[in-house]
């Protein structure tokens, strides 16, 4: 099994940047793909962007294109979520997910974290 914790949401003003990072604990983090994911207030949960097991190949929603990029780190055990030029639209809850199979805008991961909040002011 694995246990996801992300940090690093937050306040920021429209154009500016946040850094999201989700925690793994198990010992089997390499074989994992892994996903972000996104619920906005009133909104269904959206898929953000996924990465393999080996972190390559990240890919993205098109609404977060060229904006937003995942990396990761099996030594580390974690995950990032690098988040620029931010929108007011982009403000939502923050979900890590983790998978044994693929992550993918239709999938539903096997394992969550809590989430964190990211705001974006106008």
């Known amino acids: 099994q694995v246990q996801l914790v992300e940090s690093g949401g937050g306040l920021v003003q429209a154009g500016g940047s946040l850094r999201l990072s989700c925690a793994a604990s198990g010992r089997t983090f390499s074989s994992y793909a892994m996903g972000w994911f996104r619920q906005a207030p009133g909104k269904e949960r959206e898929f953000v962007g996924a990465?393999?097991?080996?972190?390559?190949?990240?890919y993205y929603a098109d609404s977060v294109k060229g904006r937003f990029t995942i990396s990761r780190d099996n030594a580390k055990n974690t995950m990032n979520l690098q988040m620029n030029s931010l929108k007011p639209e982009d403000t939502a809850v923050y979900y890590c997910?983790?998978?044994?199979?693929?992550?993918?805008?239709?999938?539903?991961?096997?394992?969550w974290g809590q989430g964190t909040q990211v705001t974006v002011s106008s």
């Open positions: 997910a983790a998978d044994q199979g693929a992550v993918t805008s239709t999938s539903y991961p096997d394992y």
């Open positions: 990465t393999s097991w080996s972190g390559g190949m990240p």
